[in-house]
């Protein structure tokens, strides 16, 4: 049973920055898109970014591309979220979650696509 865990969440300015990492454990397929997600109160869980395992392969959803990087240390079965540029409207709990795959293209990224889910963690921005 793949297990993932995130961390790294707090309360940051606005145009601050903060790292999520989602760290996995009890893989059962070889390859896999991890993609990071996030819900505000109120609205629906979007996807904002993923990455695909054995190529790093990555996808951004137009609301942080430029402003965001995402990145995978297989060694460590860890995926990063650098989050810079924060804004108030980034405010939500960030889920990672995971599906395997066999191709790289990870861009249709809606939550009811993975399987597996962390508990997700706060990232609240401040103005």
């Known amino acids: 049973q793949l297990q993932l865990v995130e961390s790294g969440g707090g309360l940051v300015q606005s145009g601050g920055s903060l790292r999520l990492s989602c760290a996995a454990s009890?893989?059962?397929?070889?390859?896999?898109?991890i993609g990071w997600f996030r819900q505000a109160p109120g609205k629906e869980r979007e996807g904002v970014s993923c990455?695909?395992?054995?190529?790093?392969?990555?996808y951004y959803a137009d609301s942080v591309k430029g402003r965001w990087t995402i990145s995978r240390d297989n060694a460590k079965n860890t995926v990063y979220l650098q989050m810079n540029s924060l804004k108030p409207e980034d405010t939500a709990v960030y889920y990672c979650?995971?599906?395997?795959?066999?191709?790289?293209?990870?861009?249709?990224?809606?939550?009811?696509?993975?399987?597996?889910w962390g508990q997700g963690t706060q990232v609240t921005v401040s103005s």
């Open positions: 990455i695909y395992s054995r190529d790093g392969s990555t």
């Open positions: 009890g893989f059962t397929s070889v390859y896999y898109a």
């Open positions: 979650a995971a599906r395997p795959q066999v191709v790289s293209d990870c861009s249709v990224l809606l939550p009811p696509r993975y399987r597996y």
